[in-house]
């Protein structure tokens, strides 16, 4: 299958501080990446899209001077949630969509990175 | 606009069937999908199916599609404690992007 990972899997920072997620793709290439937030108990919400490439499209109500989105290549994408508070503790998965398809525009997800900010 | 609904919570015994129901408003939609969340972890794709069936079984799963009610829902049979997780429906836009629409989640629990 379609494999996509992401790193680290859990971070504890201090308010104040940045922290940069990753997500890559590790048998396909990926011209399509998605980030979600995911609260406790809820859905997930999507933040962006990003084409590799070009700039990520945000979501309303998603700052994008807050979540820095960069998709430089074809099998890595990267989340960096800047000046984080204790607001911005979080469930953050990535997806990927692009040249590995079972069917037309599935997404493969990653594991997933559990963000805390102290 | 679109919006997909889902039960908060499902409860069954081991060994009986799960039923776990969904709501969607883009008849649009090309594919529609179930994904599985286990605690702490990501989405795992259960199964699928095309917006021009009815009905699609894969071992265990029973997918059954409703266009003319909008209606989708995912059939476990012999339920095990491992398949406790969350489960999300999800629907592709009608913007033409790769873009999902996820439901809102169902709490499986499955009692030994």
């Known amino acids: 299958g379609a494999v996509v990972s992401q790193h680290p899997s859990r971070v504890i920072c201090k308010s104040g501080t940045s922290v940069k997620i990753e997500c890559r793709s590790l048998d396909f290439q990926a011209t399509t990446m998605f980030w979600y937030r995911q609260f406790p108990k809820q859905s997930l919400m999507l933040m962006a899209t990003s084409n590799e490439g070009s700039k990520a499209t945000y979501e309303q109500g998603v700052e994008k001077d807050k979540f820095l989105i960069n998709h430089a290549s074809l099998t890595l994408s990267t989340l960096t949630v800047t000046s984080a508070h204790p607001e911005d503790s979080s469930f953050y998965i990535c997806?990927?969509?692009?040249?590995?398809?079972?069917?037309?525009?599935?997404?493969?997800f990653g594991p997933g990175t559990r963000l805390t900010v102290l | 606009g679109e919006d997909v609904e889902q039960s908060l919570f499902l409860s069954v015994r081991e060994g009986d069937s799960s039923v776990i129901n969904c709501t969607y408003t883009d008849s649009s939609s090309t594919y529609l999908y179930w994904y599985k969340q286990e605690p702490g972890a990501g989405l795992q794709l259960l199964t699928y199916i095309f917006s021009n069936m009815d009905m699609k079984q894969d071992q265990r799963l029973t997918v059954l599609l409703n266009k003319k009610d909008k209606h989708l829902s995912l059939r476990i049979a012999d339920t095990q404690t491992g398949d406790s997780a969350i489960y999300f429906c999800a629907e592709t836009g009608s913007s033409g992007t790769y873009k999902y629409i996820f439901g809102t989640g169902t709490r499986l629990k499955v009692l030994a």
């Open positions: 997806s990927a969509s692009g040249s590995k398809r079972l069917l037309g525009n599935e997404q493969f």
